[in-house]
C-alpha cells in the first residue's frame, strides 16, 4: 500500500504560480503510476496529468497543457505538479493518486488517493 499527503496549495491571482507537492510512505513508490486529478465544487473529479514509473513518459489534460508540468523524484518518493499561468478555471481541489497500471485517465485506475489540497485563482 502507499499514502499520500499533498501539500502547496494556496491562494494565487491569475497569471501566477503554484507548485504542488505529493509525498509518499511505502517502500514501493517507483513501482507506481502518479496522477493528479482536480474536483471543482458541484463537478466530477477530472484527470489532470499523469506520469510513468520511470518518469520518461507523462500525459496531460488538454485544458493544461503548456502550462503544468509534473515530474517525480523517486529517490524522495514525490510527485510535484508545477502550475503556471494560472487561471480562474484552476481552481479546485487538487489529489495526488497512485496506481499500478499505466494507460488510463480515469480515476478509477488510480487506487490510492491523498486527502487533495485547495488551490484557489483569484481574477
Known amino acids: 500500500q502507499v499514502q499520500l499527503v499533498e501539500s502547496g496549495g494556496g491562494l494565487v491571482q491569475a497569471g501566477g504560480s503554484l507548485r504542488l507537492s505529493c509525498a509518499a510512505s511505502?517502500?514501493?513508490?517507483?513501482?507506481?503510476?502518479m496522477g493528479w486529478f482536480r474536483q471543482a465544487p458541484g463537478k466530477e473529479r477530472e484527470f489532470v496529468a499523469r506520469?510513468?514509473?520511470?518518469?520518461?513518459?507523462?500525459a496531460y489534460a488538454d485544458s493544461v497543457k503548456g502550462r503544468f508540468a509534473i515530474s517525480r523524484d523517486n529517490t524522495r518518493n514525490s510527485v510535484y505538479l508545477q502550475m503556471n499561468n494560472l487561471k480562474p478555471e484552476d481552481t479546485a481541489v487538487y489529489y495526488c493518486?497512485?496506481?499500478?497500471?499505466?494507460?488510463?485517465?480515469?480515476?478509477?485506475?488510480?487506487?490510492?488517493w491523498g486527502q487533495g489540497t485547495q488551490v484557489t485563482v483569484s481574477s
Open positions: 493518486a497512485a496506481a499500478t497500471t499505466w494507460g488510463s485517465t480515469s480515476p478509477l485506475a488510480f487506487e490510492y
Open positions: 511505502g517502500r514501493t513508490f517507483s513501482r507506481y503510476a
Open positions: 506520469i510513468y514509473w520511470s518518469a520518461d513518459n507523462a
